[in-house]
C-alpha cells in the first residue's frame, strides 16, 4: 500500500470520527462558517500524521484476541449487547481475511479503535458541560510517548453560544494549511494545546463523573506541596526523621504534616496513618539503644541481648524495605515497553499498602518492648510467647522467628542442666536457682525452682522434672563422688534422637524436650538409687535404725535395760558417757546384735541430753545413729530429732514395762508376810492382807495397759508402718520418691504412736500415766522393802533361838512381831494404804478418760487401740457408772478322772 492510499484512508477516517459538516454548521450557529470545519479537519488530520509517523508503542502485550475480548467486554458492561454481537459478527469476518491486500497488524488497528473510544468517554467526563477539543485530548497520549504537540494558533477563544450547562467555545483564528509539520511551534508543558474541533456534552448521566473531575481539579489547587514531597517526608518519618513538611509533634506524640500547611484533611489523616510507622520504630530502636549502650548486663541478661538482635535483624529487613522505597520515589509507573508514562510510580495509597505487613510486625515489636522493659530471662521469654498466641499466620510466624532467637539462650541452659548439671546462670535468668550450701543439704536447699523465671511454654511438672534432673547430677558428682551419670546422659541423649551439641534444642520443639528430660531423668535417677542402695546399703542403714532405735531388737534393748538401769537411777549430772558406751558394747556382745554389719554398729552412740535439777540418768539417756553424706540427704537432722522422739517415747514405755516386771518379782512371797503375824494380830494381818490384794490388783491392771499398748505400737505401728514402707521403697524412681516414701513412714509413726500434732492432749494423759505408775511401783517397792528387812532380821539375829524355841514346841510368832512391829504397825498400814487408793482412784479416772479419747480421733489404727484396751467395755461401763453383772463360772468335772 502506497503513501497516497494511506492518506486517503487516513482523510476517510478523520471525516468518520468527526461530526458531519452540516451537524458542525448547525452546532456553530449562524456566526460559524464553513472555513472553520476544514480547519478543524486539517488539523485532525495532520495530528493523525504525525501519531502514525511518530514511535509510540502501546505498554500492551500484541494479543489480538485479548483486545478484541476486551472490546466486547467494554460494550457489555456500557449495555450495548447487541453493539457486543455486532462487533463479534464483524471481527470474525475481519480475522478471517488473509492474503495480499490485507491488514496484517490487526491488533494495531482493534487498539486504535478502542483507544478512540475511550478518549471520547474521557472526553464527555471531563467536560463539566464545556466543550474539549479533540486534538488536546489525542496530544495528551502523544506527549507522554515524546511527540511534541501542535501549535495553537489561536490566542483567544470566543463563547458562540451558552445553552444550560453546556458552553461551545470556537476559535477567533482559523489554522495554517501549511503542511510542513517541522515549522510547528513546540509548546511547554504547561501551555495551552487545546484548540481546532470542540464536543459539546448534554448527557445528563455523567453528572457524577463531572462532579468527581471538578473535585479532582480544586483538590490539586488545594494542594500547596505536592504528594512527591509528601511520600518524601514520610519515608523520612517511618525512620523516626523529621521532614520538612511532616515533623514530630510533641502534642499529639507523633508525626504529622505542619499545620501552617494547607493540605485536605483526608492527606492528612493518611499522612497521620502512614507516619504510625515511624513512631513505633523509635520506641523499638530506643529500647535497642538503651538496653545495648546503657543499661548494664544484669539487668537485660543473655536473653536480652538475644532479644535486642532479634529486634535488630527485623529493623534490618525494614531498612532495606525503606531503601526500595526510596529508590522509588521518582521513578515513572513501570511498562512492559519501553515507553515511558507520566506520573510517579510511589503515591500515599501506594504507599499504604507497602506499608500494611511491616506495620503489623511494628505494632507487635512495639507492644513487646512496652512489655518487657523491666523483665528479663525466662520471665521475658514467656512474656513474648503469650503474644504468639495469635489467630494470624502472619502474626504466629513473626513470632515463632523471634521467639526461637529469644529462647536460645534459655534452651542452651536447659541442655546443660539437664545432661551436664551445669548451671552457667551469670545474671540469674534461668529458673533454677542455685543456693550455697553445705553437703549434706545439696538436695534440700541447694537448688530451687524460681517460679518468677518459669515461662509459660514449659509446664510445671516438666520444670521440676528438669530442677531433679540436674539435681542428681549434681549430687551424684558431689555428695556420692560418682561419674557414672555421664554414660547415662548420653543413652538419654541417643534415645530422645536429639543433638547433645549447642543448638540441638529450640522454641517450639516442646515434644523434643520433654522427650530429652524424660529419657535423661530416667536413666540418671535409676543410677542415683542404685549407688544409694548399693554402695551406700541405704536399706541395711534404716534397717539398723528399726532395730535401734525403735527398740526391734529386743534382747538388745533388754540387756541394755538391765546394764544401765542402776546407772540411770543415779542423778543426771553424775552419768558417766565412757561407761554408758562400755555398757552399750557390753549389751551388744550378749544379744544377737554382734552379728549385725560392723559398719551399722559403729554408727551407734550414746547419747545424754541436756538436764535440769533433780533429773534423773532416765529423764537424759537416748541412742543416736550417726550418718553421713550422702545419706544424711534422707536422714536428716530433722528426721533424726523425729526418731529421738519416738526412741524416747518407746523407752520410757519399755521402762515402764520393765518396773512392772520387777515390782512383779518382789511381790511373789506374800506367804511368808502373812506367817509373820499371830492369831492374836487378825487385825494387822487383814488390813496387809487387803493392801496387798489391792497392790496386786492394781499391778495388774497397770500390766495390761502396758501389755496391750506396747503390743501396739511394736505391731500395729511399726511393724505395718515398716512394711509400707519397704513397698515403696521398691517402687521408688528417683531420690525425692525416696525421700517421701522415708518421711510417710516416719510421720505414720509418729501419729499413730500419739506423738503428733492432733494427739498432744492423748500424749500427755498418757505420760501421766507412766508417772502414776511408776509412784505405784515405787510404793510397792517400799512395802516390800520393808518385808525384805524383816526377812533379813529373822534370819540374821533370831534363826538360832528360832530353831531351839520350836524344838521346845514353842513358836516364833511372837519374836516376829517382836522385830515387824515398827515396820507394819497400824499407823503404816493405814498411810500405805491411802497412798495406794489414791493412785488407784487417780489411775482409774485417767485411763478411762484416755480410753474414751481414743474412738473420737482422726486416725483409725487409734480405734482399733481402745478395742484392745476396753475389750470387754469395762472401763467403758466403770466411766458411764453402769455396774455389770458378775459373771458366773460353772466347773465342768472332767469325766474317766478321779477326783
Request: hydrophobic share 40%; aromatic share 8%.
Amino acid at each position: 500500500m502506497d503513501g497516497e492510499e494511506v492518506a486517503g484512508l487516513l482523510k476517510e477516517l478523520v471525516l468518520r470520527i468527526l461530526p458531519s459538516k452540516s451537524k458542525f454548521q448547525d452546532g456553530c450557529g449562524s456566526g460559524g462558517s464553513g472555513g472553520s470545519f476544514d480547519v478543524v479537519v486539517e488539523r485532525a488530520y495532520k495530528y493523525a500524521v504525525r501519531i502514525l509517523g511518530s514511535r509510540i508503542v502501546p505498554s500492551l502485550v500484541n494479543d489480538e484476541a485479548a483486545m478484541a475480548e476486551a472490546v466486547k467486554r467494554t460494550l457489555v458492561l456500557e449495555g450495548r449487547s447487541s453493539d457486543a454481537l455486532t462487533f463479534a459478527d464483524l471481527y470474525r469476518r475481519f480475522s478471517a481475511l488473509a492474503g495480499s491486500g490485507c491488514i496484517e497488524n490487526k491488533w494495531a488497528l482493534l487498539y486504535l479503535l478502542r483507544a478512540i473510544s475511550e478518549d471520547r468517554r474521557n472526553e464527555k467526563s471531563e467536560t463539566k458541560g464545556a466543550a474539549v477539543s479533540l486534538t488536546s485530548t489525542l496530544s495528551g497520549p502523544a506527549a507522554l510517548g515524546g511527540l511534541p504537540a501542535l501549535v495553537d494558533p489561536f490566542a483567544q477563544a470566543r463563547p458562540a453560544f451558552s445553552n444550560g450547562a453546556s458552553d461551545i467555545y470556537l476559535p477567533s483564528k482559523t489554522l495554517p494549511t501549511n503542511g510542513n509539520l517541522e515549522n510547528a511551534r513546540v509548546l511547554g508543558p504547561h501551555q495551552p494545546t487545546s484548540a481546532g474541533v470542540l464536543l459539546v456534552s448534554k448527557n445528563a448521566d455523567n453528572t457524577r463523573i463531572v462532579a468527581l473531575a471538578e473535585y479532582v481539579e480544586r483538590f490539586h489547587e488545594d494542594l500547596e506541596v505536592t504528594e512527591t514531597a509528601l511520600v518524601r517526608d514520610v519515608l523520612y518519618a517511618c525512620q523516626a526523621i523529621d521532614g520538612r513538611y511532616i515533623k514530630f509533634d510533641k502534642e499529639i506524640d507523633g508525626y504529622a504534616i505542619d499545620k501552617a500547611i494547607r493540605v485536605p484533611k483526608a492527606t492528612r489523616a493518611l499522612v497521620c496513618r502512614l507516619c504510625e510507622i515511624g513512631w513505633l520504630f523509635g520506641q523499638v530502636k530506643e529500647y535497642i539503644k538503651e538496653s545495648l549502650e546503657r543499661c548494664p548486663m544484669d539487668k537485660i541478661g543473655t536473653v536480652g541481648q538475644a532479644f535486642c538482635s532479634a529486634l535488630q535483624e527485623e529493623l534490618s529487613d525494614y531498612y532495606r524495605l525503606m531503601a526500595v522505597l526510596e529508590s522509588q520515589v521518582h521513578n515513572p509507573i513501570p511498562c512492559m515497553s519501553d515507553v515511558k508514562t507520566g506520573g510517579n510510580y510511589l503515591s500515599l495509597r501506594r504507599l499504604m499498602v507497602w506499608l500494611a505487613e511491616p506495620l503489623v510486625r511494628m505494632r507487635l515489636m512495639a507492644v513487646l518492648v512496652a512489655d518487657c522493659k523491666s523483665l528479663k530471662g525466662g520471665a521475658m521469654a514467656g512474656a513474648i510467647h503469650i503474644h504468639a498466641q495469635h489467630g494470624d499466620p502472619l502474626v504466629r510466624t513473626f513470632m515463632g522467628r523471634l521467639l526461637r532467637r529469644v529462647c536460645s539462650p534459655l534452651f542452651e541452659a536447659v541442655r546443660r542442666w539437664v545432661l551436664e548439671g551445669e548451671l552457667d546462670d551469670m545474671y540469674e535468668e534461668f529458673f533454677v536457682v542455685a543456693q550455697t550450701v553445705k553437703a549434706d543439704a545439696l538436695w534440700r536447699e541447694g537448688y530451687q525452682l524460681q517460679e518468677s523465671m518459669l515461662p509459660s511454654f514449659i509446664p510445671e511438672p516438666l520444670a521440676q522434672r528438669i530442677l531433679r534432673t540436674g539435681k542428681s547430677i549434681n549430687f551424684l558428682r558431689v555428695c556420692c563422688e560418682d561419674q557414672g551419670w555421664a554414660s547415662a546422659a548420653a543413652e538419654a541423649v541417643a534415645a530422645a534422637g536429639t543433638s547433645a551439641g549447642r543448638g540441638g534444642l529450640g522454641y517450639g520443639e516442646t515434644e523434643v524436650l520433654e522427650a530429652l528430660v524424660v529419657e535423661a531423668a530416667k536413666r540418671i535417677d535409676t543410677h542415683l538409687i542404685k549407688i544409694m542402695y548399693e554402695r551406700y546399703k541405704f536399706r541395711e542403714h534404716c534397717l539398723a535404725i528399726k532395730r535401734y532405735l525403735l527398740l526391734g531388737q529386743g534382747d538388745f534393748i533388754q540387756y541394755l535395760m538391765d546394764l544401765v538401769g542402776p546407772d540411770l537411777n543415779q542423778p543426771a549430772n553424775t552419768l558417766s558417757s565412757f561407761k554408758l558406751s562400755g555398757l552399750l558394747e557390753s549389751a551388744v556382745r550378749a544379744s544377737n546384735a554382734q552379728y549385725d554389719d560392723g559398719d551399722a554398729l559403729d554408727r551407734l552412740r550414746i547419747k545424754l541430753m541436756s538436764h535440769n535439777d533433780g533429773d534423773r540418768g532416765w529423764d537424759v539417756f537416748s541412742l543416736e545413729y550417726n550418718v553421713h553424706v550422702p545419706l544424711n540427704t534422707v536422714f536428716t537432722e530433722s528426721v533424726m530429732g523425729s526418731y529421738l522422739r519416738i526412741f524416747n517415747f518407746l523407752w520410757r514405755l519399755k521402762r515402764v514395762e520393765h518396773a512392772l516386771n520387777a515390782t512383779w518379782q518382789t511381790m511373789k512371797p506374800n506367804c511368808s508376810i502373812a506367817r509373820l503375824f499371830t492369831p492374836s494380830d487378825r487385825g494387822e494381818k487383814s488390813q496387809l492382807v487387803a493392801i496387798l490384794r489391792r497392790c496386786q490388783t492394781l499391778r495388774n491392771e497397770m500390766n495390761h495397759f502396758v501389755t496391750n499398748l506396747q503390743y501396739y505400737i511394736m505391731f500395729e505401728v511399726l511393724e505395718y508402718s515398716w512394711a509400707n514402707f519397704l513397698e515403696e521403697m521398691d517402687v521408688a524412681r528417683d531420690l525425692d520418691e525416696l525421700i517421701t516414701a522415708h518421711e510417710k513412714y516416719l510421720s505414720s509413726i509418729v501419729e499413730k504412736a500419739l506423738l503428733g500434732e492432733r494427739s498432744k492432749l492423748l500424749c500427755k494423759t498418757l505420760f501421766t500415766l507412766f508417772d502414776l505408775i511408776f509412784g505405784f511401783c515405787g510404793l510397792a517397792d517400799r512395802l516390800y522393802e520393808n518385808v525384805q528387812e524383816i526377812h533379813a532380821r529373822i534370819d540374821n539375829a533370831s534363826r538360832q533361838k528360832l530353831r531351839k524355841e520350836s524344838q521346845l514346841g514353842g513358836s516364833h510368832y511372837g519374836l516376829g512381831r517382836k522385830i515387824m512391829n515398827p515396820q507394819f504397825s497400824g499407823d503404816f498400814l493405814k498411810r500405805l494404804g491411802d497412798d495406794m487408793e489414791r493412785i488407784a482412784v487417780d489411775y482409774s479416772s485417767l485411763l478411762e478418760g484416755f480410753i474414751a479419747q481414743l474412738p473420737i480421733q482422726e486416725h483409725v489404727d487409734l480405734k482399733f487401740l481402745s478395742f484392745r484396751l476396753d475389750f470387754s467395755e469395762f472401763y467403758t461401763r466403770q466411766h458411764l457408772n453402769i455396774s455389770a453383772p458378775p459373771l458366773k463360772f460353772k466347773r465342768t468335772p472332767l469325766r474317766g478322772r478321779p477326783l
